[in-house]
């Protein structure tokens, strides 16, 4: 199974920027996810084959989820953090239609509909 790898993560202090890169082509829906500790997985954003994007509301107008022109990799771009942005991101694909793939990341318990998982990078907001 072709595997996902993230890159990017890191410490900064609030209010600062940190850009994560997941490394992964023929995928039509990838996502990024986090995971704070004691806390469920939960998307924090998601873009499928036509372009298409949907953000968490936590981090509407802060973060930025794009790919590169060949679509082999994708890119979150993360600013304004918050301590309560520290978390382990992963990077999440799918071979999702685009109107299922937003439906998927949009849902409860969104991680269920994707099949392929990096093995996460750790962000870590101090404040």
């Known amino acids: 199974q072709v595997q996902l790898a993230e890159s990017g993560g890191g410490s900064v202090q609030a209010g600062g920027s940190l850009t994560l890169s997941c490394e992964g082509s023929?995928?039509?829906?990838m996502g990024w996810f986090r995971q704070a500790p004691g806390m469920k997985r939960e998307a924090v954003a998601g873009i499928d084959s036509d372009g298409n994007i949907n953000y968490a509301s936590p981090v509407k107008g802060r973060f930025s989820i794009s790919q590169n022109n060949d679509k082999s990799l994708l890119i979150l771009q993360m600013n304004s953090l918050k301590p309560e942005d520290t978390a382990m991101y992963y990077c999440?694909?799918?071979?999702?239609?685009?109107?299922?793939?937003?439906?998927?990341?949009?849902?409860?318990?969104?991680?269920?509909?994707?099949?392929?998982w990096g093995p996460g990078t750790q962000v870590t907001v101090s404040s």
């Open positions: 999440a694909a799918d071979l999702l239609a685009p109107v299922r793939c937003m439906t998927a990341i949009r849902a409860l318990g969104a991680e269920a509909y994707f099949r392929t």
């Open positions: 023929g995928h039509t829906c």
